[in-house]
């Protein structure tokens, strides 16, 4: 998964770092099955952050940049498709 910013931000520059749904190759819904990181909690690189549901396979997210999750932009048992975005991250400043 490649690191956007959001737009109008910078990331490495203080600005907010999506965590976005992968095009995954499995078939079947994709669901938030669990945010394992709360909104407002700060992430080291690699972290769980979100546990997806796909048929009877779990994936983790992984924080893709160290910070604080700023937003969870998707409720616990959403449907999401690839490409939605799912949090926020804020780096730490001067980062």
């Given at each position: 998964m490649a690191v956007q910013p959001i737009p109008?931000?910078?990331?490495?520059?203080?600005g907010r770092v999506p965590l976005v749904v992968p095009d995954l190759?499995?078939?079947?819904?994709?669901k938030v099955s669990l945010w394992l990181v709360p909104q407002g909690a700060s992430v080291q690189v690699g972290d769980r952050v979100v546990?997806?549901?796909?048929?009877?396979?779990?994936?983790d997210l992984e924080a893709p940049i160290a910070g604080r999750i700023v937003r969870q932009c998707v409720d616990e048992d959403e449907?999401?498709?690839?490409?939605v975005l799912l949090a926020e991250?804020?780096?730490?400043?001067?980062?």
């Open positions: 109008g931000g910078d990331a490495g520059q203080g190759t499995l078939e079947g819904p994709v546990e997806l549901l796909v048929s009877t396979a779990t994936i449907i999401v498709g690839p490409g991250i804020e780096p730490p400043e001067g980062a």
